[in-house]
């Protein structure tokens, strides 16, 4: 199954390409060992081939959508594709960007039931950025939640760099309010970007795992 949705990402990531020269076009293609979000895995702890595509205009306006395999319980195959839209910017002290996504699920249980709708807003300093989202109807909950993440892409040298994620989902959606981090390493050659990172929750049960992606965004720089 995953041997055939990255067949099919493939194909896709072929045609993206073609249009990538018509303008601001990007495509990113992403293979990792295991799809964590937000601290959890939506693979069960196995690979996921991941695509994402967007258009940014002039203006500072831009859109796309990302796709990735997914099976948080183990027992079944699905897809999650998201759609996003937003505008970003920039002032002499920082970078912003604020917009709204939209997360679609199919083929798990209560996969459609689970779309959600988040608006977000961000800054961003150098190697610096923290973002927070907010969906008034998460998962199907019928109630509303708020996820805060800070994240740094310290860089060192020879084209190295560390790695550090924290974030904390709270709301009327939780049962319990979560943190989540993550600390790794990050490393690009040429047109490549690896990083290898642990990840964990203050979940009980929950233990660190050891997350590893390899990605790349065309069109290429020369």
């Not at 990402?9 to 990792?32: K, N, Q, Y």
């Not at 310290?154 to 190295?160: I, K, Q, W």
């Amino acid at each position: 199954m995953i041997k055939s949705r990255i067949a099919a990402g493939a194909a896709l990531l072929a045609v993206a390409a073609g249009a990538a020269h018509a303008g601001e076009f990007s495509v990113t293609p992403t293979i990792t060992n295991d799809y964590d979000f937000r601290g959890f895995s939506m693979t069960d702890e196995d690979p996921a081939f991941q695509l994402g595509a967007s258009y940014g205009f002039d203006n500072g306006i831009y859109l796309g959508a990302w796709g990735s395999n997914i099976d948080p319980s183990g027992s079944n195959s699905g897809v999650e594709i998201d759609y996003f839209a937003g505008y970003a910017g920039s002032t002499e002290a920082f970078g912003y960007d604020v917009g709204v996504v939209y997360y679609t699920y199919t083929g798990i249980p209560g996969g459609s039931d689970a779309n959600t709708l988040e608006v977000f807003a961000g800054l961003s300093k150098d190697w610096l950025s923290g973002k927070l989202s907010f969906s008034d109807d998460y998962r199907g909950s019928d109630e509303s939640a708020f996820y805060f993440e800070g994240n740094a892409a310290y860089p060192l040298p020879n084209n190295f760099s560390l790695i550090a994620h924290a974030g904390y989902g709270f709301g009327d959606a939780y049962a319990d309010e979560v943190l989540d981090y993550a600390l790794g390493v990050g490393y690009s050659y040429k047109n490549f970007n690896f990083t290898v990172k642990g990840v964990d929750t203050d979940v009980s049960g929950e233990d660190v795992r050891l997350v590893a992606t390899v990605s790349t965004t065309l069109p290429w720089s020369n």
